[in-house]
């Protein structure tokens, strides 16, 4: 059921730059989906002007601008206006760096106007409602492919086409666990895989074509999932699901290891499902990865039987080595596929050295004993030297001391023999008679008598 009923002049409006549209059909392949644009057409328009009529129950309005402006002020009918910030409940509003997302229920009808920074040649389309058209997901599908998937959002049907859409949509996938006993991922949760982007870079052909690509993270756990795209922002939120079966990869690449890795080639065994691809159009590519910057392509173009043992080129140099493989091959119903093969790894150990002989043991027993014998005579000679010189120095003091103090005994003697000359040769004056000298006196006290 249409969501809004539109009159010739006013409708449910798409106020966008250049914004190109497709008509989907519902009996077309995925891939014819996506072909080709064509015009939409435009409800009358001048300028930044548009009218609403009274049967408008939605107005979704995209608006673009020129990179960086501020967002745009809508003047109602009656004069009054509403800013990004400013503006009733009911509206929802989304302001970009390239443009402007603006919800209103049960729009003022009358003429409306915008004014801002807005890319000239825009124009007012008819849209009644927003919706995501999702590629499903091919099926079988398996771990490690690389997958290209896309999506696109719409507008009645039609493909939205419009620079920096990208920056107001949020787009995001989930592989969501069935948990299905005996499945790999049965304790597996929910896992994001990825995004879409319409950007032009990895798998995206074209930037701003409206055209959003996926590139999922298929190195998952086998199993049933379920497959969860969201489009969102504060404007809106659409969701698309699917079950699918992730299956395990119809090739087989395991490391097998030499009976002597160092003289032996290390081979890689490789196993093709037949009941799953094609073996004629199955081809290997690998690269082998080691020490000093080695890098050397390994190519497997024919496979003649399912399985099969390649071999490795022959390394030399010790150290970590690491094979890397993609396979390119074609399911049994025509779908082209691209696997990555998990990255293996081998080491080549240098061998350790022989253990000595009894007689290298004993020579090495014979020349630790000499050397500590002579090192034991180094320190004991060390000792006696460092003995006799601390005892030399000691005699020497105790000499020094020694003769110190018998010429400082000899000074005093002579001091005292000449101080008892000088008093014998020197005469009593008469101020001295009648005084005692201080020799005189004897000072002692006597001993009490008991």
């Known amino acids: ?171 995001t996938s989930k592989f969501i666990s069935d948990h299905r006993p005996g499945d790999d991922n049965f304790a597996t949760g929910t896992i994001i895989v990825g995004a879409y982007k319409d950007n032009g870079e990895g798998l995206d052909e074209k930037p701003d074509d409206g055209v959003f690509t996926g590139s999922k993270n298929l190195d998952q756990p086998a199993g049933h999932y379920t497959f969860k795209v969201t489009a969102r922002n504060n404007i809106f939120e659409r969701e698309f699901t699917m079950p699918f079966l992730l299956s395990r990869q119809p090739v087989t690449v395991k490391m097998i290891a030499p009976e002597d890795p160092l003289q032996g080639t290390w081979h890689l065994q490789l196993q093709v499902d037949e009941a799953e691809v094609l073996l004629s159009q199955t081809h290997f590519h690998f690269e082998l990865v080691g020490p000093a910057g080695l890098q050397l392509p390994i190519v497997l173009l024919d496979m003649p039987k399912p399985e099969l043992m390649l071999a490795l080129p022959r390394v030399t140099e010790f150290g970590s080595y690491r094979v890397k493989g993609t396979v390119v091959s074609t399911t049994i119903r025509g779908r082209e596929i691209f696997l990555s093969i998990p990255e293996m790894f081998f080491n080549l150990i240098e061998p350790p050295e022989p253990p000595p002989s009894q007689e290298e043991l004993d020579a090495r027993a014979a020349a630790i004993a000499a050397v500590e014998e002579a090192k034991a005579r180094e320190n004991a000679i060390f000792w006696i030297v460092a003995v006799n010189i601390g005892l030399l120095i000691l005699g020497i003091v105790a000499l020094i001391i020694w003769r110190k103090k018998q010429s400082l005994a000899k000074a005093i003697a002579a001091a005292e023999l000449r101080l008892q000359q000088e008093n014998k040769d020197k005469p009593k004056t008469e101020s001295s008679e009648g005084q005692l000298d201080l020799d005189d006196l004897d000072l002692t006290i006597p001993d009490e008598k008991l």
Request: hydrophobic content about 40%; aromatic content about 10%; some cysteine.
């Open 1 to 171: 059921m249409q969501w809004l009923r539109l009159s010739f002049f006013s409708s449910v409006l798409f106020f966008a730059c250049a914004i190109s549209v497709s008509q989907a059909s519902t009996e077309t392949t995925p891939s014819q989906e996506f072909a080709g644009y064509v015009p939409a057409s435009y409800a009358m328009e001048l300028k930044n002007r548009f009218r609403i009529d009274h049967k408008v129950e939605q107005v979704t309005l995209i608006i673009q601008r020129n990179y960086g402006s501020s967002p745009v002020v809508v003047v109602l009918p009656d004069g009054s206006k509403w800013y990004a910030s400013r503006h009733p409940e009911s509206v929802k509003w989304l302001d970009g760096i390239t443009g402007d997302f603006i919800s209103i229920k049960n729009p003022m009808p009358g003429p409306w106007q915008l004014l801002g920074d807005i890319l000239p040649d825009s124009k007012i389309e008819k849209v009644s409602d927003i919706n995501i058209d999702v590629e499903p997901l091919p099926q079988p599908l398996y771990q490690g492919e690389r997958l290209k998937v896309t999506a696109r959002l719409t507008a009645d049907d039609l493909t939205m086409r419009m620079p920096g859409l990208e920056y107001m949509v949020e787009w």
